[in-house]
């Protein structure tokens, strides 16, 4: 029996209550979300995980779906369709994106390859960037510096990060984070 059937609800009870906590994300309700994401994230997440086939992928993306949940929940409407569409939808979307990301980032790769003979790597120095920048960058820890420059300047996720530097997801988010806040700091740049 699908996740989305029981014996007590039936599916367009569940279709009701889904809308419901949409329509209360939209104002700003967070225990909506809570209990949006609690009854749904099974099926985004078991989606995600067919098209991407890698699970830190399909987590991220996952997330990603609840986050823009919680951005665009105004823009719902039930008499459009139901709220299991709109989140397969965006799933879906998410997910196919990831997928051509992937594929693009690989065929950059390669081109970096038949350029210089080497995968691209984080530099101390990169070429266009503004000496300040430059100096803030240098001014870093290096293994912030690192994933830094390897999330923005070359498009690595976070999760593609964590399988190639061997970390945990969680400690590359978190490198990211705190070298950001000096970067921002350095550059004296508002919070």
Do not use: C, K, M
């Given at each position: 029996m699908p996740a989305?059937?029981?014996?007590?609800?039936?599916?367009?009870?569940?279709?009701?209550?889904?809308?419901?906590?949409?329509?209360?994300?939209?104002?700003?309700?967070?225990?909506?979300?809570?209990?949006?994401?609690?009854a749904t994230n099974r099926l985004i997440y078991g989606m995600t995980l067919r098209i991407l086939r890698n699970p830190a992928d399909a987590e991220e993306v996952t997330l990603d779906i609840y986050t823009q949940v919680w951005r665009s929940a105004?823009?719902?409407?039930?008499?459009?369709?139901?709220?299991?569409?709109?989140?397969v939808t965006m799933a879906r979307?998410?997910?196919?994106?990831?997928?051509?990301?992937?594929?693009?980032?690989?065929?950059?790769?390669?081109?970096?390859?038949?350029?210089?003979?080497?995968?691209?790597?984080?530099?101390s120095v990169l070429p266009g960037v503004a000496g300040?920048?430059?100096?803030?960058?240098?001014?870093?820890?290096?293994?912030?510096?690192?994933?830094?420059?390897?999330?923005?300047?070359?498009?690595?996720?976070?999760?593609?990060?964590?399988a190639r530097l061997g970390q945990p997801l969680g400690t590359i988010k978190t490198r990211i984070r705190m070298g950001m806040m000096k970067l921002r700091s350095q550059l004296g740049a508002q919070p």
């Open positions: 989305f059937e029981s014996a007590d609800i039936s599916r367009t009870d569940l279709e009701r209550t889904w809308a419901g906590y949409v329509r209360r994300i939209a104002v700003g309700d967070q225990g909506a979300l809570a209990a949006l994401y609690d105004a823009s719902f409407d039930d008499r459009r369709g139901s709220a299991t569409a709109w989140l979307s998410r997910a196919i994106d990831r997928l051509r990301s992937r594929a693009n980032r690989g065929q950059r790769e390669e081109a970096l390859l038949e350029t210089d003979g080497s995968a691209p790597a984080a530099s300040e920048v430059q100096a803030a960058l240098l001014a870093l820890a290096p293994e912030q510096r690192e994933v830094i420059e390897l999330a923005y300047w070359y498009g690595y996720s976070h999760s593609e990060l964590a």
